[in-house]
């Protein structure tokens, strides 16, 4: 009789539609027979320039002190790295501190990629006798980890199609779903599948009007790229809110999203309760080590946030002349509605060996998001959308 132990896992994990990534390179070219180095990836918002050239430098520096000092028990690979982050918390602290805010290290947490941080936060404040709310075109690792908790869910109406943020979180809708056992409401600002945006007066109103129990989890995993002046300032605002988590990602425009690091900014008595729950050793040395040297790399987020804007400029252009639909981005991404076919589109790009990323799991089985590469990546996607379009 074959033993069906799947069964026997929690309900709650059984029932989890878990996370679909933007397919690889490797497994395009294994699958089509193209050759090798030909494909582009435009699929996971990952930065067309690479990872930051000081980030490259300090991690070869630190792998040549390994060879350099084989004997140098302090330096090799085999020790653990430092499980509290100080360098980089300390370097975080002083990068984010401003004249109106001051942060030390005890506000921060750091993750194994902000999605880490996401767990973490689910895991300390989520039971099955609690819920969270998000929108409903909201990033999937939201209600993943809610799931994961066992608690339940509860999803806001975005704006519609006609309104001028349209699929954007509806602030009111989302005060409308908290309930007295919801324990966290989920935000990402901009927002990931849309590129949507919330206004520094919009989000700091919806603040003043959650009730202290519920933790707000504003997800800035793209914040660098967005260049409104009434984008908020949100770490500003934690001295007002002590139920304000604020998460951020070295993984988009940094270019690291290979060595898996990201944190959060709350307040202390918020970080110490997450640091409890963090697994030990949740970021690597050579992370680290990246992580410190990218924050001193603004040439790098300056040329990535330009490019950026004039790539978005490209795709808008490109989407008015072929009259198709898109919604109106801030992110290094464009979410392009294609029609009935999307799939058939999205397959068919492949096989020009250009990645995008369908988003039928976001309730938007027509949209394809777009990463937003280099002119010439851009060019040759458009290339690849027209073509695929006329089959």
């Known amino acids: 009789m074959e033993l069906k132990t799947w069964k026997y896992a929690v309900s709650a994990i059984q029932e989890l539609n878990p996370y679909l990534p933007g397919k690889p390179i490797e497994e395009l070219e294994r699958e089509l027979g193209i050759e090798a180095g030909t494909t582009i990836k435009l699929a996971s918002n990952e930065n067309p320039l690479g990872a930051s050239p000081k980030a490259i430098a300090a991690i ?105 943020m349209p699929y954007g979180h ?94 959060s900014v709350s307040s202390p008595e918020i970080a110490d309760l997450l640091n409890r729950v963090r697994q030990p050793f949740n970021v690597n040395s050579l992370a680290l080590t990246a992580a410190e040297a990218a924050l001193d790399d603004d040439e790098h987020v300056e040329k990535s946030a330009e490019l950026n804007r004039r790539g978005l400029q490209q795709w808008e252009q490109a989407c008015k002349q072929r009259e198709l639909d898109y919604i109106p981005s801030v992110g290094n991404f464009i979410t392009v509605k294609v ?6 589109i999205y397959e068919a790009m492949l096989r020009e060996a250009v990645i995008v990323r369908p988003v039928a799991n976001y309730n938007l089985p027509q949209h394809l998001r777009i990463t937003i590469g280099t002119k010439e990546q851009n060019e040759r996607c458009i290339a690849a959308l027209d073509k695929a379009m006329k089959l």
């Open 170 to 263: 509806n602030l009111k809708a989302m005060l409308h779903q908290i309930r007295g056992n919801t324990h966290i409401v989920f935000i990402a600002n901009p927002n990931n599948p849309t590129g949507t945006w919330l206004n520094s007066d919009e989000l700091e109103h919806f603040m003043q009007q959650v009730p202290v129990h519920v933790v707000v989890v504003i997800d800035e995993a793209y914040c660098e790229y967005v260049d409104h002046i009434a984008y908020p300032n949100t770490l500003e605002w934690l001295d007002n809110y002590p139920n304000l988590i604020v998460t951020r990602t070295f993984s988009k425009i940094h270019g690291l999203a290979g060595l898996r690091i990201g944190y």
């Open 60 to 164: 070869q520096a630190k792998l040549n002190e390994y060879n350099n000092n084989p004997t140098d028990r302090m330096r090799t690979l085999e020790l653990y790295p430092d499980g509290s982050g100080h360098h980089l918390k300390q370097k975080l602290a002083d990068k984010l501190s401003t004249d109106n805010t001051r942060i030390s290290t005890e506000h921060i947490t750091l993750g194994n990629g902000s999605n880490d941080i996401l767990d973490l936060i689910a895991r300390t404040f989520l039971t099955i006798r609690r819920d969270a709310v998000f929108s409903e075109y909201a990033f999937a690792v939201y209600p993943i980890v809610t799931k994961a908790a066992g608690a339940g869910r509860h999803i806001a109406k975005a704006h519609p199609t006609d309104h001028t």
């Open 339 to 344: 029609g009935e076919n999307a799939q058939l």
